[in-house]
């Protein structure tokens, strides 16, 4: 069985030599033998509890608690529940992180679009950003019905041209397209707002303006009420939807 110094162990943990004299002294961490001229010799085990004993501190528990832990009748099962513990500590703040990255690139990404860059436009973008995930369900949801309307017309077109059955077209066309004035529409038109590019106000058009305007994916041409300027607007999601 290898044993190994002070020196090899405090370097094996990733510590300092006083550090594990300092274990010793307090009695957590007693050499497993001692050499005639007074060298002490530490073994697999003992390297095994200074690791435990490391991760106890980087929890930032007191040495008398450790202590405690270690005389328990059964430390594993106490040190695994910390260890479970601190794992999902690290999951999410490594999430924390990584959304926080996401954040980041899609700023930068957002910021090359662009072309007049003031601190206006950061708060434009900043607005965006916040409610990007909210949006974007918004657009699933219109996206899921689109597909779905279409893929039934599809189907009862398919059945008018292969039986000549034309009502199941009728029906269904009358239904798609009165689900999507009296219910899609008009959902869309309360979890949307718009930003003015000029005064950067965010404001809610009426619902025939917004109807009727035109429009790209991510813009609509729409008269500010604050600034009374006409302009291509960014739509963002309305927080006062929820």
């Known amino acids: 069985m290898s044993k190994y110094t002070t020196g090899e162990v405090a370097k094996l943990c990733g510590i300092t030599v006083r550090t594990v004299q300092y274990y010793d002294q307090r009695s957590i961490l007693i050499p497993s033998e001692l050499t005639e001229g007074g060298r002490r010799l530490y073994s697999e085990e003992d390297v095994r509890k200074l690791r435990i ?7 930032d528990l007191p040495i008398n608690t450790i202590a405690e832990i270690l005389q328990d009748d059964n430390p594993h099962a106490v ?48 607005h965006i950003m916040k409610n990007k995930g909210n949006l974007k ?34 029906i269904s066309y009358a239904v ?3 689900v999507g004035i009296f219910w899609l529409l008009p ?44 302009h291509w607007c960014v739509e963002t999601y309305d927080e006062n939807s929820d």
Request: with cysteine.
């Open 53 to 59: 004993i490391c991760f106890l501190r980087d929890l």
């Open 79 to 126: 040190v695994s529940l910390l260890l479970e513990q601190h794992e999902q500590t690290v999951k999410a703040e490594l999430k924390e992180c990584q959304d926080k990255l996401e954040s980041i690139k899609m700023l930068k990404n957002e910021i090359k679009t662009v072309d007049d860059f003031t601190v206006n436009s950061i708060g434009d973008i900043a």
């Open 137 to 170: 369900k918004v657009r699933q949801n219109m996206m899921i019905y689109a597909i779905t309307g279409g893929a039934i017309e599809i189907a009862t077109i398919a059945l008018w041209i292969a039986k000549g059955l034309w009502i199941p077209f009728a």
């Open 176 to 178: 798609v397209a009165a």
């Open 187 to 230: 959902y869309y038109y309360r979890k949307i707002s718009y930003i003015c590019p000029c005064c950067h106000e965010v404001f809610k058009p009426s619902f025939l303006e917004m109807t009727f305007a035109g429009h790209t994916p991510k813009t609509r041409k729409l008269s500010c009420p604050h600034c009374k300027k006409k």
